[in-house]
């Protein structure tokens, strides 16, 4: 794909920007959701990448989401005021301190622990509500969730707090240990809700599988009949397989662009000159002797973005590396005579978009079409 960004100079956009497509993301989106309706799995569409942009929340409901996620109470206030009216889901474990709030903005939320469990009733019961709860249980990947065998006694307690309605049971994985979603793991999930149904005699109709990580596994084939939830981030704003973060069938990968502008170009060397010690943020960078070479530097920096998690869009440029404010890239290779002032693209991968939609110091431009 080729674009002229510096014949958008003229135009308000300035620098660093993150363009965002909604159409494409619409078109991911609804992909992901007729692959999972197909296998009987409800999506809970995850907009916490992008800080809840509302273009990008109302991409994904165009695309068919049956309910939108996010991980910070922030962000589903955001998703309100921009006229979304849910249901909303709390992924990330709500804290005693904010249990009003939680119950006021979001309809369902993510639990592991019988004190929020009670807070979050004495809240919802205070405004007259039954909040919704999915206890959530560890499966292997060892971030949130009770292990399996504590799993009973806590939807028996949380089944009688007042204003409380605990509605299934879910997990997470591939995220801070990596494990892969797998018929093992799925079944201990499945395995795990029915000896709580036995224990609680609830009908616990909510069986959340994962996230992205699990679309494999279900499209598949593999995965168990009952579980008929999934909170699906990146493989709907990426287009990729979180696996492996190869491109993910029926899905775009150009959903976002970061631009950034070019503040310096000379030719030099490729090894630093002098003794050297660790750099800004206490790393030890290696360099590799190329002889000199044609180097840029743009505005954008890692207090905007993983600077080793962005692709130029152009073939021939090479990312150095970067200091909170500057990205250094080499292009030697460019197709292009790049000059100061000229803008160069990048795709960015999941831990830079994220930083990128949270800076405030990039402009967030939408582009229709």
């Known amino acids: 794909m080729k674009i002229d960004y510096n014949s958008m100079k003229a135009s308000s956009y300035r620098t660093p920007r993150l363009e965002i497509y909604p159409d494409r993301i619409r078109q991911n989106a609804a992909a992901i959701v007729e692959q999972c309706h197909k296998a009987g799995v409800s999506l809970a569409c995850v907009t916490k990448v992008t800080s809840a942009h509302p273009a990008v929340a109302a991409a994904m409901v165009a695309g068919g989401a049956d309910m939108l996620a996010d991980s910070r109470i922030e962000n589903l206030w955001k998703l309100r005021q921009a006229g979304m009216t849910g249901p909303f889901m709390l992924l990330r474990l709500p804290t005693i301190s904010r249990a009003a709030e939680v119950v006021e903005v979001a309809d369902i939320s993510l639990n592991s622990s019988i004190d929020t469990i009670k807070a979050l009733g004495l809240a919802a019961h205070a405004i007259n509500r039954r909040h919704k709860v999915i206890i959530m249980v560890d499966v292997g990947d060892l971030r949130e969730g009770v292990w399996p065998d504590k799993a009973a006694q806590l939807v028996i307690d ?121 750099d800004a943020f206490g790393g030890s960078q290696e360099f ?82």
């Open 158 to 278: 949380a089944s009688g707090v007042t204003g409380i309605e605990v509605i299934g049971m879910g997990c997470n994985l591939a995220c801070y240990g990596g494990v892969i979603p797998s018929e093992e793991n799925m079944k201990l999930l499945v395995d795990t809700v029915e000896a709580c149904r036995q224990a609680s005699g609830l009908p616990l109709p909510v069986i959340c599988g994962g996230n992205s990580s699990g679309l494999p596994i279900m499209t598949e084939g593999r995965l168990p009949d009952q579980v008929n939830l999934y909170r699906v981030g990146e493989a709907i704003v990426l287009g990729r397989n979180v696996i492996d973060r190869s491109p993910w069938s029926g899905t775009r990968q150009d959903t976002f662009i970061a631009v950034a502008e070019v503040v310096e170009i000379e030719t030099k060397p490729s090894l630093p000159i002098g003794d050297r010690g660790q």
């Open 288 to 369: 590799v002797d190329r002889g000199l070479r044609r180097r840029v530097i743009c505005n954008i920096g890692r207090q905007d973005v993983v600077v080793d998690g962005i692709t130029p869009v152009e073939e021939g440029i090479i990312v150095l590396g970067g200091s909170s404010d500057h990205l250094i890239l080499d292009v030697s290779d460019a197709a292009r005579e790049l000059k100061v002032g000229d803008e160069i693209a990048f795709y960015p991968g999941y831990g830079a978009l994220l930083a990128l939609s949270t800076s405030e110091y990039v402009q967030k431009v939408v582009i229709a079409g």
